[in-house]
């Protein structure tokens, strides 16, 4: 059993820094009543965190070769516990942003090393066990999110759901320090620094630009200005990525139909499946008025479903990673469809059956995105190929969020219009979407309360319905390219041609040993 203590200790920290995109979902009313918050605050608390992990993995990655990847995981573990501890004693809304964006940097030296430490500890046949633990532990962390945050939450308080992470992060350092090997690529390679520079510049200003665009408008010139930044970001990234010798992200790997559909389906995947989680327990909580444990355990199925395929996967498997992920994908977009189906008298029970569905889905789709990567790539770019796949999975989270938050709020706003019982209903709708549903509801005269309840319960049903229509859209079409693109032949791996210069050794895998 010595052998899969090193297993254990990256599935501790993995588990640890995913659970933490998602725990904060059904604590965001007590922390927009306990902190004095907007929509724009709450998208930010969630957002940053996977911004930030999102941002920095191609180059925490890329100087873990460099610096050693046991040295750059126990630092990140050392910065995810300090910012921890910071958000949760955290007096303001901007101080917990701030602080959930230093846990989001130690989150992505955790995450940025973890399939090369894998990949150094495993072979073979326990290599593959290796990876569909892991994979399991990925989809089981980002779906009990809500459900461990919603019991810290009602019963403790909402700022135990960071405290927690240090007990557990002390557990996770001891097993790194005791268990875990040392390795770094041979030679000393240049660093990328404007490659990661341009790509966190891109990611965060579209992001920005997106939260802004529901509030200020799309046509403010803030939002606007932001647009532009990220369009020049990325243009400026992908000719600095062509010219340098050792990219973080190296573009040729997208020659290769394959590795392309793969990317597709880790930045659908996040934002299909659990960006509106956040806008759900809003409407749980504010507008239903369940606690959070009552609105976390509403979501549990799904957490359940993700569990029991992923061992599955894990037991029986490995299955083929185009059937998982394209199967996985159709089962998302028919379980957001299924939750579709809101209106004024909707419980929670409305969106069980398609929670479930999607966590089926979702246990499908985690744990063949590495591996597929891994075989889609050649085997001196195994590690970046693992890097990008988390890389647009965090991405496809925080941007999921953004856009979600802007169709959401659009929705409320012209139901409010619509109704002709709100006098100014875009300030309505900030209220609406920031948890405050309540108190909007109150404001208005005791005769009218009904009627305005009434409208609530409405804005909030068609507001999610659009969302959810939308999630079930993206991961339809990211099912369909998934079967139109990837090609992984069980005897062999499509593997693009690499760039010059050399680049760091990733644990490579062949097709017909992981899929």
């Not at 050392?78 to 910012?83: D, N, R, S």
């Not at 973890?114 to 962390?141: D, K, P, Q, S």
């Not at 593997?495 to 050794?505: D, I, K, L, N, T």
Request: proline fraction near 4%; glycine fraction near 12%.
């Amino acid at each position: 059993m010595r052998k899969w203590w090193p297993l254990a200790a990256i599935c501790l920290g993995t588990f640890m820094l995913l659970l933490d995109v998602t725990i904060v979902t059904v604590a965001l009313p007590d922390m927009a009543a306990d902190l004095d918050t907007t929509l724009p605050d709450l998208e930010w608390v969630v957002d940053i965190y996977a911004l930030a992990l999102a941002s920095l993995l191609l180059g925490v990655g890329s100087s873990a070769d460099r610096i050693g990847r046991k040295k750059v995981y126990l630092v990140g573990l050392v910065v995810f516990t300090a910012a921890s501890l910071v958000c949760a004693v955290a007096p303001n809304a901007g101080v917990l942003i701030a602080a959930r964006a230093v846990q989001g940097l130690g989150a992505a030296g955790m995450f940025g090393t973890t399939i090369a430490l894998l990949g150094m500890h495993y072979a073979g046949r326990e290599r593959g066990v290796a990876f569909a633990v892991w994979g399991a532990t990925n989809a089981i962390a980002a779906a009990a999110g809500p459900v461990v945050g919603g019991l810290l939450t009602e019963y403790l308080n909402w700022r135990w759901i960071f405290f927690v992470n240090l007990p557990l992060c002390l557990v996770a350092v001891v097993m790194a320090l005791r268990v875990l090997r040392e390795s770094r690529s041979p030679g000393r390679q240049r660093a990328d620094v404007l490659g990661i520079l341009t790509f966190t510049v891109a990611a965060g200003s579209l992001t920005f630009a997106l939260i802004r665009a529901h509030t200020d408008g799309w046509g403010a010139s803030l939002t606007l200005t932001m647009f532009a930044v990220a369009v020049v970001a990325l243009g400026l990234f992908v000719v600095v990525e062509l010219k340098h010798e050792h990219p973080v992200l190296d573009l040729s790997l997208f020659r290769s139909p394959s590795f392309t559909g793969i990317m597709i389906s880790a930045l659908v995947l996040q934002s299909a499946a659990f960006a509106y989680l956040l806008f759900e327990s809003l409407w749980m909580q504010s507008v239903l008025g369940y606690g959070p444990v009552k609105a976390g355990l509403y979501i549990m199925p799904m957490c359940a479903a993700a569990f029991v395929v992923s061992a599955l996967v894990g037991r029986f498997g490995p299955w083929p990673a185009r059937s998982s992920m394209g199967v996985g994908m159709a089962f998302i977009a028919v379980g957001a469809g299924l939750q579709a189906m809101l209106d004024a008298g909707s419980s929670g029970d409305t969106i069980v059956l398609g929670l479930v569905v999607t966590g089926l889905g979702v246990g499908l789709v985690t744990p063949s995105l590495s591996a597929a990567a891994l075989a889609a790539a050649p085997p001196e770019r195994g590690g970046m190929a693992g890097g990008a796949v988390n890389t647009f999975r965090q991405l496809g989270f925080a941007l999921g969020i953004a856009v979600f938050g802007v169709i959401f709020q659009a929705r409320i706003e012209g139901v409010l219009k619509d109704g002709g019982q709100v006098a100014d209903p875009h300030a309505a709708a900030v209220a609406l979407s920031g948890g405050q549903a309540r108190s909007v509801v109150s404001g208005v005269p005791a005769g009218e309360r009904a009627g305005m309840e009434h409208l609530v319960h409405e804005a909030f049903a068609s507001g999610l319905n659009v969302m959810l229509g939308v999630a079930a859209g993206l991961a339809a079409l990211a099912s369909v390219l998934v079967f139109a693109m990837v090609r992984l032949p069980s005897g062999g791996t499509e593997q693009p041609a690499p760039r010059s210069g050399g680049a760091a050794p990733g644990p490579g895998i062949r097709a017909d040993a992981m899929l």
